[in-house]
């Protein structure tokens, strides 16, 4: 499996700024995906980041709130902008085994912890 | 969209017992169900996976069943270990627009006590 790392780790932000969460993959992967947990809750996906083209958002979560990058096939960023306190949450980045097919499993990054004041 | 029902929410079994947790989804277009288990400030990590061509799979004390006319799955753990002790997560993975999407079922927190 793929070696994912997060940065930061976790951070306490105050309300109506941004925080730009990085995720590295240690192998080459045409789709990453962002993943949204908060506390004592299940995993939502925010977005699905493929590299050359625009990310693809869910339902109830915009570009404008949680713009995303994709530079290259081993990087994503996703930020989390004008925050409230209603945005803490764990953020996870992960990637597919392959190339993003529907069998394909996901690994997750060790997540970024985010506490908004 | 897809729909993932998971139960129970918590679960506490004796050590040695055996503990099984039900997943429902609404979706026939999904194929793949991986489960898995999240300690306490760590990532979620895949303990076992089905595909839909398979009706059960087994890894040591850990079973998957799949049921896709009844559209629901189930995670069997026996001889469970204290450090079985966890949030599991099932789910649900399907192809949405050329890409892979999980949907995530709401977990159940099992604690089994020694």
């Known amino acids: 499996s793929a070696v994912i790392s997060q940065k930061p780790s976790r951070d306490i932000c105050q309300r109506g700024t941004s925080l730009t969460i990085q995720c590295q993959v240690d192998s080459q992967v045409t789709m990453m995906f962002w993943y949204r947990q908060q506390p004592g809750q299940s995993l939502t996906l925010i977005a699905t980041a493929n590299q050359g083209s625009e990310a693809t958002y869910e339902s109830g979560f915009v570009i404008d709130k949680f713009p995303i990058s994709r530079p290259n096939l081993t990087f994503s960023t996703l930020t989390v902008s004008n925050m409230s306190p209603e945005d803490s949450s764990i953020y996870l980045c992960s990637v597919p085994t392959r190339g993003g097919a529907s069998t394909d499993t996901q690994y997750f990054g060790p997540g970024t912890r985010l506490t908004v004041l | 969209g897809e729909n993932v029902e998971q139960h129970p929410s918590t679960l506490s079994v004796q050590e040695g017992d055996s503990a099984v947790i039900k997943c429902t989804y609404s979706?026939?277009?999904?194929?793949?169900f991986p489960w898995y288990k999240q300690e306490l400030g760590k990532r979620p990590q895949l303990i076992i996976d089905?595909?839909?061509?398979?009706g059960e799979k087994k890894d040591q004390r850990i079973a998957v069943t799949l049921n896709k006319t009844a559209k629901h799955f189930s995670l069997h753990i026996t001889e469970t270990q204290p450090e079985d002790s966890a949030v599991y997560f099932c789910a649900a993975s399907k192809e949405s627009g050329g890409y892979q999407k999980v949907t995530f079922g709401t977990g159940t927190k099992l604690q089994v006590i020694p």
């Open positions: 089905i595909r839909s061509n398979v």
């Open positions: 979706d026939s277009a999904s194929n793949y």
